[in-house]
């Protein structure tokens, strides 16, 4: 099972806005650690997309954003295009599970 | 640029192990960690360990302890995944992602590399 929560799926029509919630608890998301999100369009390998909660890495539009709120994270994705369409992950720290990475389990975004 | 390139897709039959390779290039290998993780088909992402190398220090995910092995060739700025015993449910494809720490994010990806476990 994974340790965060993610919907599998969302959908959205062009130009909407659209969230994506991760729901964690007090051992990664609630104790401070950082979230991180990642794109996966079919067939390639994830991308960065939001680092250290709500920070974009340099060539990501604006249009995606992140924040945190006690044990969730979520991604928000304004003006929602085509080439969005793809499955999107958080990422965080758990100190219960001898350090480790932890993923969401991912959700697909569908552009109608 | 900073690319990670992974080596070629694997047939396995159970039992046996794998070796992936990563060979890094464009930045300073020793500067970053190295952070294998897995996608089962149509499933999502799995980490799997850590490695340091430039100390060569490792961590490993709970769940594959006795199973994987990370180790590096600083002098050609490679880094290796060897996953043992395979099963059919290893069957996945395998990154390496470059990053700093625990904590932090993976900011580049290899291509990944098929690995199919198959008798």
């Known amino acids: 099972q994974t340790v965060l929560t993610q919907p599998p799926s969302v959908s959205g029509a062009p130009g909407q806005r659209v969230t994506i919630s991760c729901a964690g608890s007090?051992?990664?998301?609630?104790?401070?650690?950082?979230v991180h999100w990642y794109q996966q369009l079919p067939g390639t390998a994830p991308k960065l997309l939001i680092y250290d909660n709500t920070n974009r890495p340099s060539g990501v539009p604006d249009r995606f954003s992140g924040s945190n709120s006690g044990t969730s994270a979520s991604l928000a994705i304004t003006g929602l295009q085509a080439e969005d369409e793809a499955d999107y992950y958080c990422q965080s720290y758990d100190d219960r599970l001898s350090g480790s990475k932890v993923f969401g389990g991912g959700t697909k975004l569908t552009v109608l | 640029q900073v690319q990670l390139v992974q080596s070629g897709a694997e047939v396995k039959k159970p039992g046996a192990p794998v070796k992936v390779s990563c060979k890094a290039s464009g930045y300073v290998f020793k500067t970053y960690d190295i952070f294998w993780v897995r996608q089962a088909t149509g499933r999502g992402l799995e980490w799997m360990g850590w490695m340091n190398p430039n100390s060569g220090n490792t961590g490993y995910a709970v769940r594959f302890q006795g199973r994987i092995t990370l180790t590096r060739s600083t002098s050609i700025n490679t880094a290796y995944m060897e996953l043992g015993s395979l099963r059919s449910e290893d069957t996945a494809v395998y990154y390496c992602?470059?990053?700093?720490?625990?904590?932090?994010?993976?900011?580049?990806w290899g291509q990944g590399t098929t690995v199919t476990v198959f008798s």
């Open positions: 007090s051992s990664n998301i609630g104790a401070g650690y950082r």
């Open positions: 992602a470059r990053g700093r720490g625990w904590l932090g994010h993976m900011d580049v």
